[in-house]
């Protein structure tokens, strides 16, 4: 099975089936990563169609500095996410009052009651983070909803990875207990 | 406040969805190029000719089941922005009417809307009615707005407007009094065959205080209802229930419907994201050059007197008007019409492969479905009694002959009359009046020896209208149950359906089965 590396420079000399790897790869981690930004399943979905199509359309432009794609495509992701963000703040709100009317529960419903606990848990869960300053929660999404290191964060974010340190540092002291569950995650910090 | 992660996994594509949503973003991404590409895996495990079928009542559907989970659909309306200043408020369903008030406002029109469930409306005694003088000249009192598809409110400077028009009706900010403001209101209506496939909206200006809707009951008439399948499917079956289901049972009703929809072989993007849409009703018309097939599904609906409703969609065929077509679409791997499209909604399959759809709600189409019932009962079943009560005259009228059909009065009578026979529960005598009236009125013709797309004889009451289009109620003559109700392309030519032979169905509900039953999963054949 080809590596991230070697898919990358298929997709940029114009493979489409290369890209399509790429894409079953990473879809999940990316839709994972706009979810958590955004509590919203459609949203999340467009934005994640999103960060493929703009990989894609500026993909002679842009080169693999790890060797997987996903700081790449995790830094993609996080401008989509904040151009988004405004423009659909509207919809959403609207969505969000339609969606909550009217459900019951039938024995072909049990998926969609599931996708909607999960969403709940991600607008509950997710609010104090939400919270912070623009800067340490992008950071922070990506420590929580990706399996980057830190030294993957900093490039994915184009920033010096002390900053990604310092950043997830303050956001820790602001949240204090809210801070999310990482422990089983940055295998690679130490690496780098 | 949690400090763990949520599980996600039921947020995120399964495998067989991330394959399709791969192939579309293949298809998406080389579409640059030649496009001859063989079709991708996923679509070529679909039997052929399974596929298929986006209708008016697929959408509905299609909305129902993001509310019950969550998955892409459209929204209930959009606000865009004008060129050169002002925005464009396109409702899409009669939803989120808070939304739209929020969206009106921040146009800086003040609005009070309410969106109210089928055969309701407002009290009118709620508000000053008031008219709003135009800075150009002119002014804005009140307005109707009714039909299929989307209502289109522009809020700009009234003199642009005029040039562009392309809304239902433009709110200048500049024509209204500090103590203006605007009144919307309105429900779903039947059109075509769906009983939620049109709306009716009022608009009027306002002075002073504006109370609160308060909701009642649409003047007799203007029945608010869905059509339910009558008669037998091709046998004898449980006849036609007579009486609403009492507390705790349900209405069941099996309908086919056969949508003509258009293929573009090349696909287009479509929508924010430029995903290709390949199959959707709007490509075809004047200007599109898709190709024309007719999309058949099979609906059932369990509806109990509390409005608790349960809906499952199967796709059943995808028929193109040419051989050519339908070879041309299986070699393409028979892509799915876009409200089957599995990249795009909870599409699942049956047990023989079929790709279905269903939803359950507890009081979407409100409570008051089987309301009409007493309405009804109480109508005169003496044809031209029948129409006159339905047209408001009394019997002492001194003019009582039937007004053309292409008269606004007769268009009217017509559609109500109508309306009668697609009601889900009437009785035989309201039914053959109904008929009858109908027959009398000078434009409106009756046919015999027709056979409906389940292929039953009956006699048809036909209607064609302006360009082209028009309206055939095949019904059974010796018990006047509506058979199929199908909205036709008399005339291609002048209804711009390039491609399209004359008496093309362009939407036709097919009635094949009615019953009370006793839960939401049972159906009246033995067996299930």
Known sequence: ?192 | MSNSKPDLSPLLPDDATLKARRAELVDAVSSGGSGKRPAPGWRRRAPRLALGAATAVAVIAAVLIFRAGGDPTPVAFAVEPQEGGGVTIKVYSLEDAPGVEDALEDAGIPAQVTWLPPGMTCDETRFTPSIAKLPGGGSLGGAVMAGPGTLTISVAQSQRARRESVANINLDPAAFRADQSVVLFGSPKPFGGDPEGGYEAHFQVAEGPVEPCRPVSAPAGSIGSIPVPKGAAGGPSTPAPVQPPDPGQFLYTKTKVVQLQGWEPEGRGAGPMDKPRHFTTNLLGPEADALPALVSTAKEVWMAPDGKTRERETLEQVEFLSTGDQERWEDAGSPPPFAYDPTEHAVKRDRSGQPVKQYASRSWRGSHEFDSVIKLSRLPTEPEALRLAIENRGSGSSSSDPAPAGTERGATTAERLMEILTEPITSPALRAAAVAALAEIPGIGVEQGVTDAAGRHGEAITWVRDRGFGRRLIFDPRTSDLLADAEMIFDAGAAEYPGVPDDTVFRETIYLQSAIVDSDHERPDAGN
Request: hydrophobic share 40%; charged share 30%.
């Open chain 1, 1 to 192: 099975m080809a590596d991230d590396l070697q898919l990358w420079e298929r997709a940029r000399s114009g493979d489409a089936e290369a890209f399509g790897d790429l894409y079953e790869r990473h879809a999940r981690s990316i839709q994972s990563y706009c979810l958590w930004r955004t509590a919203d399943l459609q949203v999340a979905e467009d934005a994640t169609a999103t960060v493929f199509l703009e990989a894609w359309r500026k993909r002679r432009r842009l080169t693999l500095s790890t060797e997987s794609a996903a700081p790449l495509l995790l830094g993609i992701a996080n401008n989509v996410v904040r151009r988004q963000w405004r423009s659909q703040r509207r919809h959403r709100d609207a969505l969000e009052r339609v969606r909550n009317v009217g459900q019951i529960p039938s024995d072909l419903e049990a998926e969609a009651i599931a996708r909607i606990d999960a969403i709940r848990q991600l607008r509950d869960g997710g609010e104090a983070i939400r919270q912070l300053p623009r800067r340490e929660r992008e950071v922070l999404a990506l420590l929580a909803w990706s399996d980057l290191s830190y030294g993957e964060i900093a490039k994915a974010l184009g920033l010096p990875i002390g900053t990604v340190r310092s950043r997830i540092a303050r956001a820790r002291a602001r949240l204090g207990d809210a801070f999310p569950d990482l422990t089983e995650t940055r295998p690679a910090e130490e690496v780098l």
